[in-house]
């Protein structure tokens, strides 16, 4: 219907038409807005098919699966004069990525230290530091053979929380061989104690597939 409207529009259109200098006929307006009404037609038809037959292509193939790995990756960029704030939380990535649970215990806070795991469906119990610890070290420093490999993808420092997207590098392996690369974001509430900086909460959001597939499968049973 859309297709016979459009070409009666045209075939109606007026003979005559004046001529330009050079004499090329002006086009007629009412034939002109039916020239273009058509191609429309023909672009929004072409439009809804093409997105059809991608939408199908993107099905059959998951590539959403690959497109993490054709973007370019985000670089973060270590400040040269971080708040005490940020001086804080990276001292606590280091201390993860590096298996020094020394610096992990010097940068909790003894009073009041809690961490909280999301998604919540991950059922993962709120925890205090001698809690948060004791999971450091039968995960990652039991299990992984190898310090782990950070990448710090983005950080926001918002006063007395800064918020870290990071993500474990390839080359991160289990006892058994197996690679550990999640990605995750922790949301650290810090605060002054007794003139020093501590991380007194941490929110962590994580890879929920990604972990729960590895704790299943690679956590040595005991």
Known sequence: MLYTSAVDLWDTRQPNCES????????NPRSASAAIYIVLILASHMALVTGDMLQKSIDDTKIWHYIPLLLPAMTFTRPTNPSPAVSTVLRFVDAAETHDLAAV???????????????????????????????FKALYFDVLKDHLKVEIMDLIDGGDKVVVHFRILPGSKTHLGHEFTP????????????????????????????????????????
């Open 20 to 27: 330009s200098p050079q004499g090329v006929p002006f086009q």
């Open 105 to 135: 215990d010097k940068v909790l806070s003894d009073r009041s230290f809690k961490s909280t795991v999301h998604p919540l469906t991950l059922e993962h119990p709120t925890t205090n530091k001698a809690e948060k610890i004791a999971s």
């Open 183 to 222: 990605e995750y974001v922790l949301i650290c509430a810090v605060a002054e104690e007794d003139g020093e900086w501590k991380i007194t909460r941490t929110t962590e959001f994580h890879d929920s597939h990604y972990m729960k597939d590895f704790v299943g499968k690679h956590t040595p049973k005991h």
